[in-house]
């Protein structure tokens, strides 16, 4: 069964992928004491990729509503005295209903959405992206971001690969989207031979 929470959302024009980590600068009074209630409630929150404004619902920002549950693995005061966070992507989720508090937080009734998990690493038309994964992960400037890659799993595979390509966040969103890892093996493929690989 699909867990439901009540979790604070932020919308980005970048997003994360479960696995992958984000740092970010925090400047808005509603933030900061939303990372301060996250820290001290040992919470996460979700951050969801903006759209563009549709004209639909002006009391909310448009977001898209697969997005990522993210937890606080970091925090420091940055040189430019604002708030620096590392976030690390946990699960799929579903927005499923959302609330402003009284400072503008958005709050947001969400789903972690249970992903299946298999192992497509013997599949003769994606050893590619396994090899691929593997030797980029193993280069010394990727090593430093201690990712947590799982070959025997697709969706982590995926994910981690997405994370460290030169994607736009809508290919991202795109990845995070599909259902079933092979949609998400194939959406990559296609992207990677884009981008001349």
Known sequence: M????????????VNVLPGAFLPLQIFEPRYIDMVRDCLGNA???CIVLSKEDDGKNTDFPSHHDIATYVEIVDFNQLDNGLLGITVKGKHKIQVEDRWKKPDELLLAKVIKINEEDDNL????EYLDLWNMV????NHPEIKKLN???DLNSS?????ILASILPLRPQEKQTILEFENNRDKLDY??????RLGG
């Open 43 to 45: 919470e996460g929150f």
């Open 2 to 13: 699909n867990e439901e929470i009540t979790s604070p959302i932020f919308p980005l024009n």
């Open 188 to 193: 990559l493929k296609a992207v990677i031979k």
């Open 147 to 149: 990712l947590e890659l």
């Open 121 to 124: 690493s013997q599949e003769p």
């Open 155 to 159: 969706k982590s595979v995926c994910y």
């Open 134 to 137: 593997e030797e980029i992960t």
